[in-house]
């Protein structure tokens, strides 16, 4: 890895720099981070709505996905449904699918309660997120929709990281290297 603590990120018409962060001693992945920057968020939204196949409910998971599945719901009108890394008091019957992240040190679970579960039922489902890396998180959303007998017609995500960039089988605007040492 050379000397550079960050990584410029042109996306959606905007600039910005991305602290790196060690994921262990040869390898660092840059940190985007959606929350409080309302003009990214609103200009990825806009740029990813334009790719989205049409869908019935856009799918996420908490917590970092968030900004960005409202304000594509706010922008297209389509309703947003959002997978909690905890069970809540209000949740009726709730469905968990375990996950582990590249960013999250231990295994999570996410959960969808029996009003969302019903909800997606028969209906088409984008499913978005931040940035897709290992795809973990995408694959435990997608197995929610299952559960709940949705189809998914698309999965966005505003970064592809790494060798998701390669994948063909989701919508990005712009790949996010791993940087390793040399």
């Given at each position: 890895?050379?000397?550079?603590?960050?990584?410029?990120?042109?996306?959606?018409?905007?600039?910005?720099?991305?602290?790196?962060?060690?994921?262990?001693?040869?390898?660092?992945?840059?940190?985007?981070?959606?929350?409080?920057?309302?003009?990214?968020?609103?200009?990825?939204?806009?740029?990813?709505?334009?790719?989205?196949?049409?869908?019935d409910?856009?799918?996420?998971?908490?917590?970092?996905?968030?900004?960005?599945?409202y304000?594509?719901?706010?922008?297209?009108?389509?309703?947003?449904?959002?997978?909690?890394?905890?069970?809540?008091?209000?949740?009726?019957?709730?469905?968990?699918?375990?996950?582990k992240?590249?960013?999250?040190?231990?295994?999570?679970?996410?959960?969808?309660?029996?009003?969302?579960?019903?909800?997606?039922?028969?209906?088409?489902?984008?499913?978005?997120?931040?940035?897709?890396?290992?795809?973990?998180?995408?694959?435990?959303?997608?197995?929610?929709?299952?559960?709940?007998?949705?189809?998914?017609?698309?999965?966005?995500?505003?970064?592809?990281?790494?060798?998701?960039?390669?994948?063909?089988?989701?919508?990005?605007?712009?790949?996010?290297?791993?940087?390793?040492?040399?």
């Amino acid at each position: 890895m050379n000397d550079v603590k960050t990584y410029e990120l042109q996306v959606a018409g905007l600039t910005r720099h991305l602290p790196l962060c060690p994921i262990d001693d040869q390898t660092a992945i840059a940190a985007f981070i959606m929350f409080s920057d309302v003009e990214l968020t609103v200009a990825c939204a806009t740029e990813l709505l334009k790719k989205a196949p049409e869908c019935d409910v856009i799918l996420t998971a908490e917590s970092k996905g968030i900004p960005l599945a409202y304000e594509m719901s706010r922008q297209s009108g389509i309703k947003y449904i959002l997978a909690r890394k905890s069970v809540k008091l209000y949740m009726h019957n709730p469905v968990g699918v375990d996950v582990k992240s590249i960013t999250t040190t231990r295994m999570q679970t996410l959960y969808l309660d029996q009003h969302d579960l019903e909800y997606l039922s028969g209906r088409r489902v984008l499913v978005v997120d931040d940035v897709i890396s290992s795809g973990e998180s995408l694959h435990a959303l997608e197995e929610l929709v299952r559960k709940a007998g949705g189809s998914i017609v698309g999965r966005a995500a505003v970064l592809a990281e790494g060798d998701a960039a390669k994948r063909d089988d989701i919508l990005f605007l712009e790949p996010l290297p791993v940087f390793t040492k040399e």
